[in-house]
């Protein structure tokens, strides 16, 4: 199973782009991106370290503010413990 996420671009070098998700950087290649894309754009990161998506600047937002509340949610004690 793959989960892909959401990832701002912080800065392009060639095929390359530095993206950040929840704090957290790393390097992808852009060279399977099927259109161009530019710092402050959102992808797709999937297969390791690929970027394989463009996505709408809302639509990033909405699914990081879902993941983080699902985040936060697993991080609160269980009731029945």
């Known amino acids: 199973m793959c989960m ?3 990832s701002l671009i912080r800065s392009i070098d060639g095929d390359n782009a530095t993206v950040e ?3 957290i950087e790393r ?3 852009l060279m399977l991106m099927p259109e161009p894309v530019a ?3 959102y992808v797709i990161v999937q297969a390791g370290s690929f970027a ?3 996505v709408a600047f809302e639509d990033a ?3 990081l503010d879902y993941l983080g509340r699902v985040i936060a949610a697993g991080d609160q004690p ?3 413990a």
Request: with cysteine; glycine share 14%.
């Open 61 to 63: 937002l909405e699914a």
């Open 4 to 6: 892909a996420i959401p």
């Open 39 to 41: 710092v402050g754009d």
């Open 21 to 23: 998700c929840f704090g």
């Open 27 to 29: 390097v992808v290649s």
């Open 78 to 80: 269980d009731e029945g």
């Open 52 to 54: 394989m998506e463009k």
